[in-house]
């Protein structure tokens, strides 16, 4: 009776005992098991924290290496590549570019690539992103851009126009003609709609006298035919077409001295960055001027194949501006003596183009012209140095 009793309390005994040491081996088992993992993943913690700064470190220093690379084979390409000049489409004032082209750019040890965009609004583009450097433009547009922040420095005046650019009209008409009818201009606030407000003014007639029109300079004569159009500027191939089919020019870009002005500007860095590559494209423009003036019907020819047109077109095109060469470049860039034997400045006509943009609101500000145009190229190569600028 009583073993069994004991068994049974020697049972309850051993469950109950083993119980609590299976409770506390239990505990401390858990204990460890929290323990442990709280050690290992502080010590993991520890350890991918290291890899990881390891890593971060070492990726940054792969990374700026990289960029650096990058950095320094984009310097290198930039350094190396040519020139870019940007001149749309087929226009003979680039003589003396195409001349430098053909001759003289490589004898002058600097690398050129032209560039011909279909127009003038997609060559403007390609200046104002910095796909090339410089851009053959017109002088209207480069005071209007300058004010609005893009940094650029003329270095050489191409052509002023005189009987190039005209406005054409019916028979007989004239400018006081124009009072009450439609002009047509290619821009409203472009060098073609101050040109003919200048020529307008001259009659005593305003802006408020007349009304405008905007057509491409190409579309001129058929908005002419059309009647959508009294008269119209125009120029090149148009200007002739319109003469043939019975049009009469009753003013010229004359009447508006160097209004109208193709300039070669560069972007100010390009000017800051590679002078000496600057003053070789200037060098090698001025040189493909002179060879015009010695060899013009030779560069009719060049000019004929280069632009794929007539060379009755390319002798046409001349009919009417002047291509300026270094001597006429020092006098167009003379800010010291406004009056220069009858030569209209650039900062004579700069005045007028830059007053008529504030009038409109175009500009904020009359723009430092001294930040504009940018002589010492021109007096770098300059023959005749006797010839400065005060």
């Not at 004929?304 to 470049?329: A, M, P, W």
């Amino acid at each position: 009776m009583n073993s069994p009793k004991f068994e049974r309390r020697s049972e309850s005994h051993y469950i109950a005992s083993n119980s609590s040491f299976f409770q506390t081996v239990h505990k401390h088992f858990i204990l460890l098991l929290l323990s442990l993992p709280n050690a290992y993943f502080k010590k993991l913690r520890l350890i991918i924290v290291s890899i990881g700064v390891v890593v971060v470190v070492g990726s940054t220093l792969l990374l700026l290496h990289t960029q650096y690379d990058i950095a320094l084979n984009s310097q290198n390409s930039q350094e190396n590549r040519p020139i870019r000049i940007a001149c749309s489409e087929p226009w003979v004032g680039y003589v003396p570019i195409v001349m430098a082209l053909d001759r003289y750019f490589k004898e002058d040890h600097v690398r050129v690539e032209l560039i011909q965009p279909e127009n003038q609004t997609t060559t403007e583009e390609l200046f104002l992103n910095g796909s090339v450097d410089g851009l053959c433009s017109i002088y209207t547009t480069t005071i209007f851009q300058n004010s609005e922040g893009v940094n650029s420095r003329l270095v050489w005046v191409l052509d002023y126009s005189s009987t190039g650019d005209v406005i054409l009209g019916s028979k007989n008409m004239t400018i006081k003609d124009l009072r009450g009818k439609k002009i047509g201009v290619e821009g409203l606030n472009t060098y073609s709609h101050i040109f003919v407000l200048q020529t307008l003014a001259k009659a005593g007639l305003y802006e408020k006298d007349v009304q405008f029109a905007n057509i491409a300079t190409q579309d001129m004569l058929k908005a002419l035919n059309t009647k959508q159009i009294d008269a119209g500027h125009t120029y090149g191939p148009a200007k002739f077409a319109g003469i043939r089919s019975g049009y009469d020019i009753i003013a010229t870009a004359k009447d508006a001295p160097a209004i109208i002005a193709d300039v070669l500007i560069f972007n100010s860095k390009v000017v800051e960055t590679k002078p000496e590559a600057v003053e070789a494209v200037v060098k090698s423009i001025n040189q493909g001027k002179e060879y015009f003036d010695h060899h013009k019907e030779n560069t009719y020819l060049l000019l004929s194949d280069f632009f794929n047109i007539t060379t009755e077109e390319v002798k046409d095109g001349f009919e009417g501006i002047q291509v300026l060469g270094l001597e006429d470049n020092i006098k167009a860039m003379n800010r010291s003596s406004p009056k220069v034997s009858n030569f209209t400045t650039l900062y004579e006509s700069g005045a007028i183009i830059a007053n008529y943009l504030l009038e409109r609101g175009q500009i904020r500000q009359i723009p430092n012209f001294n930040e504009i145009i940018d002589p010492k190229f021109i007096y770098s190569i300059s023959r005749n140095e006797t010839i400065q600028d005060g």
